[in-house]
T-cell receptor, first 110, second 117 residues
Framework: RKEVEQDPGPFNVPEGATVAFNCTYS??????FFWYRQDCRKEPKLLMS???SGNEDGRFTAQLNRASQYISLLIRDSKLSDSATYLC???????????FGTGTRLQVFP | DTEVTQTPKHLVMGMTNKKSLKCEQH?????MYWYKQKAKKPPELMFV???????INESVPSRFSPECPNSSLLNLHLHALQPEDSALYLC????????????????FGAGTRLSVL
């Protein structure tokens, strides 16, 4: 089993749609969780950190369920500019190492 | 714009060449990282430096040799590479481990796209 698993997609959605990405992780000792966004041929960029209580940043909402070892990202009112690969990233306690999921490709069409 | 600067942006080298990739950050971060990324794959960790000391080597072949001259600079020396080493090489930095979520965030440079002929 991979340490961080994501549905690779692609998710093809129209502008204005709501789309949800899910991610599971295997190490119950993991402490830090992030969603990164990566555009084609560019570097990963932090989209948002994921807090236990859940957090929202504009159209983006992240949730963490520690009991189920599950992380989600919800994007509302999708824009063409949201088209990218979304990487679920997990960091264990007492380590500098980030574990990346394989990424979920999102394509928003007009 | 990223505050982690990588040079060169592109590099083409032969299998007998020696070259170096450079990374610089001025955010006062004390951890720096090298990743390798192949097309349509996530970044794979290669090395981690914490407080200028090598803390993680993910069993990377010796033809890749990292160096951390000071807290702002990270180099990756390349020698006798193979065509399968062609990839995007990403540098990242973070403030330090522990002390809250914000300090674990890694910031990536734009990468060096390497082609080995």
């Amino acid at each position: 089993r991979k340490e961080v698993e994501q549905d690779p997609g692609p998710f093809n959605v129209p502008e204005g749609a709501t789309v949800a990405f899910n991610c599971t992780y295997s190490n119950s000792a993991s402490q830090s969780f992030f969603w990164y966004r990566q555009d084609c041929r560019k570097e990963p960029k932090l989209l948002m950190s994921v807090y236990s209580s859940g957090n929202e940043d504009g159209r983006f909402t992240a949730q963490l369920n520690r009991a189920s070892q599950y992380i989600s990202l919800l994007i509302r009112d999708s824009k063409l500019s949201d088209s990218a690969t979304y990487l679920c990233v997990v960091q264990g306690d007492n380590t500098d190492k980030l574990i990346f999921g394989t990424g979920t490709r999102l394509q928003v069409f007009p | 714009d990223t505050e982690v600067t990588q040079t060169p942006k592109h590099l083409v080298m032969g299998m007998t060449n020696k070259k170096s990739l450079k990374c610089e950050q001025h955010m006062g971060h004390r951890a720096m990282y090298w990743y390798k990324q192949k097309a349509k794959k996530p970044p794979e960790l290669m090395f981690v430096y914490s407080y200028e000391k090598l803390s993680i080597n993910e069993s990377v072949p010796s033809r890749f040799s990292p160096e951390c001259p000071n807290s702002s600079l990270l180099n990756l020396h390349l020698h006798a590479l193979q065509p399968e080493d062609s990839a995007l090489y990403l540098c990242a930095s973070s403030q330090l481990r522990g002390g809250g979520l914000a300090k674990n965030i890694q910031y990536f440079g734009a990468g060096t796209r390497l082609s080995v002929l």
